[in-house]
Structures are given as structure tokens and as C-alpha cells.
């Protein structure tokens, strides 16, 4: 099961400078696997896990057969949740709900916080949470207290005229948005930023060099530039491209492709690397039916390691890349042959890149049938993620919860 979200295809080059912000080096510093790939030196300290044992698995509340986003984010000592019951279509109200989630991962202060919105993006910023959202063809803004409470009466509007998800992140003193459509044109993706306080600074501007049809756009701060993957059809088969561009989104690098020629790539999620460099990982089509999970890990030099992470005879889904410490977290929807549904499975990279489990793990303490997981790291504590599920006796569907000790 997944989000009916649009795709629309119709043709190459492509090339990566390193040129833009320094990489720092790591292990030898002789550009191998290991080295290079964000800003500035590594964090003191850095901690990470491969292995988790579940602490936390509680519903959270309602959901549709067609939700897809979630979004979590840090709210003082708990973790904050948004979530989505969406509409059939685009153009079909939803709503979004917010709880709070305790360090036991017991679930709290639940509400509704917007009707009628979908695609939530929850960000902590200057020690308060910001709301991003879709309502129809527009994006809006809004904070939040700790509690959930919406702090301005009337939400900021973003943009009109975009109608499929989007992709945020915080700079430092600004905010990089990267649609799914802007400007009279639904297929193709745009740069955008915007204040503190929800003005655009500049754009919306289309982010490929070339092309006619780009969607599904991820993009996170690496710490001096932005690091952006989208769904590109210039090589007639759709294909995963990555670009780097700065603060103001000028270009740090070409557009280069990431998937394999010929196999439709698709999906992509992004995580900056703590240790330096970028992970991109995404959906292949390897036959006809069934699609698996690649990562890519990047430098200033280009693509240093690409790895398939799952090999299932059915669709593996859904990627989501979450930084933590040394590694990186990857989530992904594998179906179950022997239980008829999907479950949210995980592996985690090390700094090159490289799988750290030699399987992918399942939760057998998360009980089977979850997808559509949106992972997330809280320094200190433990690895979240949200997860959609179905009843298959009811076909009631809900949201999710699930808190794992991170060891």
C-alpha cells in the first residue's frame, strides 16, 4: 500500500564539481570511501547504535488509507508528533493531529491542530516549533508551542499553486524549501526561500538544469550548503539526481544522477552524515514488479559507495534516512508474504556508507503491518519513528508510535 502521489514522465548530462563550502576530511584524509563530505569539523562525541530494542509502541490516533506524512520533532523533554488523515485526492481535505510522546514513549496532550491540511513538516527552530503544511494548493506556516498550542491566530502563507508534498529545512537564518510544482508548472521542482516569520525571500525558481519533468523533491542543511535529491526523467527512464547548491541556492555542483541507467529510480530521501558527507536513498525498480532499496554516500568528489539494502520478492518502499551520531538510520516498508501486510523494517550505515546488520531488521516487538515510516534521532535518548497501519479485519486505519532504545 502506499500514497497515490502523482507521477508524470517524459530526456542527460551530468557531471559533480567540488566546488562550494570545504569538506572536512576523515580517517587518512586520501579521498577514499571514509573521508570527506560536510562542513567544518565532526561533533565531540559522537554517538551511535545498531542495535534497538523497543521501549515504545503506542497508537497515537486516526489515519486514512492514503496518509503518508508525519513529521517529529524535539518539544523540551518529550518528542513531538504530527501526523496526517488525508484526503482521497489532492484537492481533498485532511486534517492534522499532534501529540506528544514522553521518554517512556507513552503518548499524551493529543488534538487536532489543523483541518484540512496534509504533507506536516515539524522543524525546532530558535527553541520553538515550526508548522509547515499543504492545504489544497497552498503551503502554510505556523508555530507551535511545547504543548502544541498554535501561537499565531492566522498562519503565514507560503505559496499557491502547488499541489504534492515539499521539502524543508532550516539554514541557520532562513528556511530552503524545495515543491513539487510552482509557477503554472506541476512537474517540474522550485527552489524557495523563506524568513523566520514566513515571507519568501526569493523564488520560487526551478532547481534542475534541465528537463521537463522532476518531482518528489528531498533537500536537508548539511551545515554550509543545501543537499537536494528529486525524480528526474531526463534520461527517459525516471532516475534519482542530486545536486548541492548554497545558502541562497546558488549551484555548488551539477546535477548528477544517482540510480542505475535504465531502472527506474524513484523516491528519494536525504540525511547529511555527522561524520560528513550525504546519504541518498531511494526506490529501483529491478524488474518489472518489484522495487528494492539503494543508498548512495556522497562527498565533494561525487558519489563514494552505493549499496542495496533490501532483497525481498516483493516492493520494498517507502525509504526514509535519518543522521544519528556516526551512522545513518534507514527505514523502509517490506512486505510480508507470510502475515499478507507490510512491515517497516531498518538498517543502519556507517560513515562510508557501508550496512552495518547483516539483515535488515523487523521489531518482533511492533506488531506486523505498519508502513510509511518517518524515523527520527533525539540526542541522548532513542531512535522514533511513525508508522501508518491498516486493519485488516476493520479496514480501520491509524497512526503509529514506536520509541526504540538506540544501544
Known amino acids: 500500500m502506499r500514497s497515490a502521489r502523482r507521477i508524470a514522465w517524459v530526456a542527460l548530462g551530468v557531471a559533480v564539481s567540488a566546488a562550494g563550502c570545504g569538506f572536512r576530511q576523515l580517517g587518512n584524509g586520501d579521498g577514499g570511501a571514509g573521508d570527506g563530505g560536510g562542513c567544518g569539523d565532526p561533533p565531540a562525541g559522537l554517538v551511535a547504535c545498531s542495535m534497538t530494542k523497543a521501549r515504545g509502541f503506542e497508537p497515537l490516533g486516526d489515519a486514512s488509507s492514503y496518509s503518508h506524512g508525519s513529521s517529529l520533532a524535539p518539544a523540551g523533554l518529550e518528542t513531538a508528533a504530527v501526523w496526517e488523515v488525508a484526503g482521497s485526492t489532492a484537492a481533498a481535505p485532511g486534517k492534522l493531529y499532534f501529540a506528544l510522546i514522553d521518554v517512556k514513549g507513552a503518548v499524551g496532550n493529543t488534538k487536532l491542530l489543523v483541518d484540512g491540511g496534509v504533507d506536516p513538516v515539524l522543524l525546532r527552530v530558535n527553541d520553538q516549533l515550526t508548522l509547515f503544511w499543504r492545504q489544497a494548493d497552498t503551503i502554510y506556516m505556523q508555530r507551535l508551542d511545547d504543548t502544541g498550542m498554535l501561537l499565531n491566530q492566522v498562519p ?197 556508507g557501508m550496512p552495518l546488520l547483516a539483515a535488515p531488521r523487523v521489531d518482533p516487538d511492533v506488531n506486523a503491518g505498519g508502513w510509511r515510516g518517518h524515523g527520527y534521532y533525539k540526542e541522548s535518548d532513542a531512535l522514533y519513528f511513525v508508522q501508518y497501519y491498516g486493519d485488516p479485519q476493520t479496514n480501520a486505519f491509524s497512526a503509529q508510535i514506536v520509541t526504540e532504545n538506540c544501544y
Not at 171 to 199: C, H, K, P, T
Not at 209 to 232: F, H, K, M, R
Not at 281 to 306: H, K, M, P, W
Open 156 to 352: 503565514a502563507t507560503i505559496l499557491s499553486g502547488t499541489t504534492d508534498a515539499f521539502s524543508v529545512a532550516w539554514n541557520g537564518s532562513e528556511f530552503g524549501m524545495v515543491l513539487s510544482g510552482a509557477n503554472s508548472d506541476m512537474y517540474q521542482v522550485y527552489w524557495l526561500r523563506v524568513s523566520i516569520d514566513g515571507l519568501v525571500v526569493a523564488g520560487p525558481t526551478k532547481l534542475p538544469q534541465g528537463g521537463i519533468n522532476s518531482i518528489q523533491p528531498a533537500l536537508v542543511w548539511t551545515g554550509c550548503e543545501y543537499a537536494v535529491a528529486w525524480t528526474d526523467t531526463r534520461p527517459g527512464t525516471p532516475a534519482i539526481y542530486y545536486a548541492r547548491f548554497a545558502a541562497d541556492f546558488t549551484r555548488n555542483s551539477d546535477d548528477l544522477m544517482l540510480s542505475a541507467a535504465g531502472m527506474r529510480g524513484s523516491y528519494p530521501t536525504v540525511a547529511a552524515q555527522d561524520t560528513g558527507g550525504v546519504v541518498v536513498c531511494y526506490e529501483q525498480l529491478v524488474t518489472a514488479s518489484n522495487q528494492e532499496i539503494f543508498c548512495a554516500r556522497l562527498d565533494g568528489s561525487g558519489v563514494t559507495n552505493t549499496q542495496q539494502l533490501s532483497s525481498t520478492p516483493d516492493p520494498s518502499q517507502n525509504p526514509h534516512a535519518v543522521a544519528h551520531g556516526q551512522n545513518v538510520w534507514v527505514l523502509w516498508d517490506d512486505y510480508q508474504p507470510a502475515a499478507s501486510v507490510p512491515n517497516v523494517v531498518w538498517q543502519f550505515l556507517d560513515a562510508s
